[in-house]
C-alpha cells in the first residue's frame, strides 16, 4: 500500500491510499522529466509480487500492471529526460527498460547480468543516455542508452498522453466485463 500525505496545513496528515500489490512494495518513483506536459501525478511502483504497477495521483487503482517478471522486482526509475521511458531491475539480475509508447507487454530493451547476481538498485545519468545498476555482491553495471531510445521525440510527450487515456479506458473495459460476468468482489464462489 502507497500513502499520499501532507505535512503541512489545513490538510496535514494521510490524504489518500492506493493499494494495488499483493507483496512488499520494494521502490516508488515520480514522473519526473519536463516537457510539453506535466505528469507529475504519474508513479511507479515495484514489488516482491513480481510486478511494477503504474499509478496516477487521480485514480485509486493502478492505471496498469506489468507483468513480464519472473521474480522479484527491486526497482524502477522513470528516464529524467525521455516521458513514457523506465527501467526495472529484479532479482534475476535483468534490467529492462521500458517505453509506455512503444509497448506496454513488454519491455523495449532488456539484458540479463551474467551468473544472474540479483540486481536491487537501478539509476539514470541527468542525460538519460545511461542506466546504472547495482546487484547484491557490491558490483555496479552501466550501460549506455542508445539516442534513438534515450532522447524523446517531438510527440512523444502527446503520445504519452494519449496512450495513458487508453490505459485508462482499458481499465474502464476491464471492470465492466467483471460486472458483466456476474461476479463482485468479496464474495465467496460454491
Request: charge should be negative.
Amino acid at each position: 500500500m502507497v500513502y499520499a500525505a501532507c505535512r503541512h496545513g489545513s490538510k496535514a496528515g494521510v490524504t489518500d491510499f492506493f493499494e494495488g500489490h499483493q507483496g512488499p512494495i520494494t521502490s516508488v518513483d515520480t514522473h519526473c522529466a519536463h516537457g510539453q506536459f506535466n505528469f507529475s501525478h504519474l508513479f511507479l511502483t515495484s514489488s516482491f509480487d513480481w510486478t511494477v504497477k503504474l499509478w496516477s495521483l487521480k485514480e485509486s487503482k493502478p492505471l496498469y500492471s506489468f507483468e513480464d517478471y519472473g521474480d522479484y522486482v527491486y526497482d524502477v526509475r522513470w528516464s529524467p529526460t525521455h516521458p513514457a521511458l523506465f527501467a526495472t531491475v529484479d532479482g534475476s539480475g535483468r534490467l529492462d527498460i521500458w517505453n509506455l509508447n512503444n509497448d506496454t507487454e513488454a519491455p523495449t530493451a532488456s539484458v540479463c547480468i551474467k551468473g544472474n547476481p540479483a540486481l536491487n538498485r537501478v539509476s539514470w545519468s541527468q542525460s538519460g543516455h545511461q542506466v546504472i545498476a547495482g546487484d547484491n555482491m557490491g558490483k555496479i553495471w552501466v550501460y549506455d542508452v542508445g539516442e534513438q531510445l534515450a532522447n524523446p521525440k517531438i510527440d512523444d510527450w502527446s503520445k504519452l498522453v494519449h496512450t495513458i487515456q487508453e490505459l485508462k479506458h482499458n481499465q474502464t473495459d476491464d471492470d465492466e466485463d467483471f460486472g458483466k460476468s456476474g461476479l463482485s468482489m468479496g464474495m465467496p464462489m460454491r
